[in-house]
């Protein structure tokens, strides 16, 4: 059996972080999903705009710490 090395998430729940697909928005991290097959982290974060509230899946390129 072969050894794995799984992603470590570079964000934790509740970080808050700049969107950068989405013009640098402020959001928050609300959902981890780490994916060993391909060594990945992908992130649920919610911002909110114009008063409605917005939720994304991004990996973590597009993310930047606030």
């Not at 640098?24 to 994916?35: G, K, N, Q, S």
Request: aromatic content about 12%; hydrophobic content about 40%.
């Amino acid at each position: 059996m072969s050894e794995r090395n799984w992603p470590i998430p570079k964000f934790q729940y509740g970080d808050k972080v700049k969107l950068i697909p989405v013009e640098y928005i402020i959001a928050r991290v609300i959902d981890i999903h780490i994916l060993g097959a391909i060594g990945a982290v992908e992130y649920d974060v919610r911002y909110f705009d114009g008063g409605k509230e917005n939720r994304v899946r991004v990996f973590e390129d597009e993310l930047e710490k606030l």
